[in-house]
């Protein structure tokens, strides 16, 4: 595998854009954000701060909108509840309640002031990112890995540079972004393009883009001068196809399982394999044969 002359900037930051509608769970997020509506025991955010953090994050930048408050008091304390659980001994739930808090300083808030687009989302934390490498972690992707999807990328990018994404292999490209690999080395792989939603007999590979990635801070200033795409918003995919004229990019099939929570079928996906997978996972199986032995009944 080709080492990169200079070792690479450590990665430090991370950008979780939050600042969507989340229309397709409707009416759901009416009033709770998206990101808030638990898979299995916990919110969908905290599976992808707990990846950002085992894989070495330090701080992390939430790009939110309106009515997305709750996402930062999720993140802070909560005195009347500790105060509460305190006097009743519930330790174990107190317990609970203390791991979504993050170290002091190490998570900020920025508004998208209006919904313009994944990419311009990503342009918002260009002030609290600086002039060094970053990862964007798409919230609504959970991937069920070990270790960590972000982890396994942050190996591979401290031995390559450059930019990566993550990929995984679809049955369904013409949903997904994909991309057109130019050659392969193990896992991961050169690219030389991507394609938005390829008509499936046009697509270029099955490996979708799956919601995480490794960018350089060149790419902040091709989203300032990008120009609305796909669905008249301005697309993180535009600017990073014009990046990757300039510079490296490589994409990793990661080791695991994307679970898509953006809509109501993925939402449903995803809590049943983190209930499955965890310590509940007999009591959790032994439902679910018995409601699908009971469907329509
Ligand atoms: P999605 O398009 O999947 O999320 O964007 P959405 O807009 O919330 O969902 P629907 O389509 O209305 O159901 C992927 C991610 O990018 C964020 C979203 O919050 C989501 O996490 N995003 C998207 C922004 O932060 N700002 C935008 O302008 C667009």
């Known amino acids: 595998m080709a080492s990169a002359s200079t070792s690479p900037r450590t ?68 005195y009347e509840l500790e105060v509460t659980l305190q006097a009743k001994n519930k330790a174990e739930q107190l317990a609970e309640i203390g791991l979504s808090v993050p170290v002091a300083g190490s998570m900020s808030f920025v508004r998208q002031q209006a919904a313009l687009g994944l990419g311009h989302a990503v342009w918002c934390a260009r002030d609290i990112i600086g002039d060094e490498p970053f990862a964007v972690m798409l919230p609504d992707m959970l991937m069920m890995a070990k270790p960590s999807c972000l982890a396994q990328m942050v190996d591979a990018y401290n031995k390559v540079g450059g930019n990566i994404i993550a990929v995984e292999p679809t049955d369904t490209p013409e949903r997904y972004g994909v991309i057109t690999p130019e050659s392969r080395d193990g896992r991961l792989i050169k690219m030389k393009g991507m394609v938005e939603k390829p008509k499936r007999e046009e697509a270029p590979s099955n490996l979708f883009i799956s919601g995480r990635y490794i960018l350089q801070p060149e790419i902040f200033a091709l989203l300032e001068s990008q120009r609305p795409g796909a669905g008249n918003e301005i697309q993180l995919t535009d600017s990073m196809a014009r990046l990757m004229n300039v510079q490296k990019f490589h994409a990793l099939e990661y080791e695991g399982t994307t679970y898509d929570c953006g809509d109501k079928v993925g939402y449903m996906r995803a809590s049943a394999a983190y209930a499955l997978a965890s310590e509940h996972g007999d009591d959790v199986a032994a439902v679910m044969r018995d409601l699908l032995a009971n469907r329509g009944k």
């Open 11 to 78: 990665l430090r930051k991370a950008v979780l854009p939050v600042a969507g509608f989340g229309t397709r769970v409707l009416p759901a997020t009416k009033a709770i954000p998206k990101e808030l509506l638990p898979v299995f025991d916990r919110p969908a955010i905290q599976y992808v701060v707990d990846e950002a953090l085992a894989a070495g994050i330090e701080h992390i930048v939430f790009v939110t909108g309106r009515n997305k408050g709750a996402i930062e008091d999720y993140f802070d304390r909560s």
